[in-house]
């Protein structure tokens, strides 16, 4: 079944164009190592409809809301169900993130205008983390809420999109780790070092978990620019 947005929503029926799009979307295969399985699609695929149980729990929300929760769940369960050979409708928990099949783990993230999305079975990975970001300088002002000192310091001689590609990072982060804290992460909880020569990064993470022990945690991934998009990967082996 498909849903179109309400007709009052004049602002957003953009965002739910028929799926039959022609644009191209990256490759972000190479983000990860062997064993996950990622897809980006453009707005322009993206598809509109859901299992009757994920459009029950979505309730009634805005054309934009729509179009991006059912691409992610779309194209979710079509990399699910290459690994387990099904797919059922996928949930979400208290804190608004997937609920993984067992033996699944997988990360979602949107932009205006790509859907990206990573999964792999628990045999080959322990946790993932994707996100997807406008090329772009980081917003001033909140540079200070979530660069360390040292990352300061760091992207200063960088590329002024350096911040703007820290930030990315420690989204994929806090969906890598999610799963092992199940807890808030802040910023500076988590210090980035970028390898701008190899478009890589490996971060430290010290935090509490959801019980209040503090856990050290390293992250590493990758990154890529295409399209005017930053695309970063989280990865816990």
């Known amino acids: ?64 809301r729509l179009a991006e929760f059912a691409a ?21 928990g208290d804190y608004r993130q997937p609920l993984w099949p067992d033996g699944i783990i997988g990360s979602i993230s949107h932009s205006d205008v790509f859907c990206a999305v990573a999964v792999a079975s628990t045999r080959s ?12 300088a980081l917003n001033p002002e909140v ?18 999109w350096a911040g703007k590609l820290i930030f990315s990072i420690k989204e994929a982060n806090y969906k890598c780790c999610y799963h092992m804290v199940k807890a808030f992460i802040d910023f500076k909880q988590c210090e980035v070092v970028l390898d701008m020569d190899r478009q890589s990064h490996q971060s430290k993470i010290v935090c509490n978990n959801h019980l209040g022990k503090e856990l050290h945690i390293t992250v590493e991934g990758r990154w890529m620019i295409d399209s005017g998009h930053i695309f970063t990967s989280a990865i816990i082996c």
């Open 1 to 64: 079944m498909n849903y179109a947005a309400n007709s009052a929503d004049v602002n957003e029926a953009e965002f739910l164009p028929a799926r039959q799009g022609t644009q191209t979307a990256p490759d972000v295969a190479g983000l990860f190592p062997d064993g996950v399985l990622t897809l980006v699609e453009h707005r322009d695929s993206w598809p509109t409809d859901l299992a009757p149980a994920e459009q029950a729990q979505l309730g009634d929300v805005c054309g934009k």
């Open 72 to 92: 992610g769940r779309n194209q979710a369960r079509r990399l699910i169900s290459t690994i387990t050979g099904a797919a059922e409708p996928l949930l979400v």
């Open 125 to 136: 990975i322990s946790d993932l983390g994707i996100d997807v970001e406008t090329l772009e």
């Open 143 to 160: 540079e200070d809420v979530v660069l360390t000192g040292a990352e300061l310091v760091a992207t200063a001689s960088m590329e002024s």
